[in-house]
């Protein structure tokens, strides 16, 4: 089964400090990870996918396929981190294309 | 460019009845894909149009049904609507094939009293 489990719904740090949201999946076969946030009274938007390899904000995220974890890392938080962070799944199959799989999403709370 | 727009923002309906929400995609944008997102949980995908067809459809029931117009518009239709069916309704628009560019709507709150 397709599954994304974001384990924490909430990640309170202080500023400064390091952040890691965790993601793993399942999925059988190669998937495209992405990772979405929502900040406060505004839409979902793409933050970063693995497929890039890039640094959006200060965050990465690396695709562990052992672990098939996607975790999302920033070394030092800021307080506009503030916001909802959603790891998601798409197969690469075309009959998957366009279908992202949604974890349940977690809250980073950056604190002053 | 206003991006992906839905419409209402919010609407609440009674037990059994039905609902048309709606979606203009971003342009240049030929795919609509229709998310439910219940409170404290990730979205869920419902079904994907495309080319004015259904190409691809999550678990969802038969009440569930949509339609994608020659401008590329889409509706999405709930039929028999149930006290669960309360969630917000996210869509989102990208060109066919392509995940990247996946723009989202702000959504249409639903509430079944």
């Known amino acids: 089964a397709q599954r994304v489990t974001q384990p924490e719904k909430l990640l309170s740090v202080f500023k400064g400090a390091p952040v890691e949201l965790k993601c793993n999946y399942s999925?059988?076969?190669?998937?495209?990870l992405f990772w979405y946030v929502q900040y406060s009274r505004q839409r979902l938007q793409l933050l970063l996918r693995?497929?890039s390899r890039e640094s959006i904000k200060g965050f990465t995220a690396d695709l562990n396929k052992g672990e098939t974890s996607f975790h999302l890392k920033k070394p030092f938080a800021q307080e506009e981190d503030s916001a909802m962070y959603y790891c998601?799944?798409?197969?690469?199959?075309?009959?998957?294309?366009?279908?992202?799989?949604f974890g349940q999403g977690t809250t980073l709370q950056v604190k002053p | 460019d206003a991006g992906v727009t839905q419409s209402p923002t919010h609407l609440i309906k009674t037990r059994g009845q039905q609902v048309t929400l709606r979606c203009s995609p971003k342009?240049?944008?030929?795919?609509v894909s229709w998310y439910q997102q219940a409170l404290g949980q990730g979205p869920q995908f419902i079904f994907q149009?495309?080319?004015?067809?259904?190409?691809q459809r999550g678990n969802f029931p038969d009440r569930f049904s949509g339609h994608q117009f020659p401008n590329y518009s889409s509706e999405l239709n709930v039929n028999a609507l149930l006290l669960g069916d309360s969630a917000l309704y996210l869509c989102?628009?990208?060109?066919?094939?392509?995940?990247?560019?996946?723009?989202f709507g702000s959504g249409t709150r639903l509430t079944v009293v």
């Open positions: 989102a628009s990208s060109s066919f094939g392509h995940l990247y560019g996946y723009t």
């Open positions: 999925y059988s076969g190669s998937p495209e």
């Open positions: 693995h497929i």
């Open positions: 998601a799944l798409s197969g690469q199959s075309s009959s998957n294309t366009g279908k992202l799989i």
């Open positions: 149009y495309y080319e004015e067809e259904e190409r």
């Open positions: 342009s240049g944008h030929d795919t």
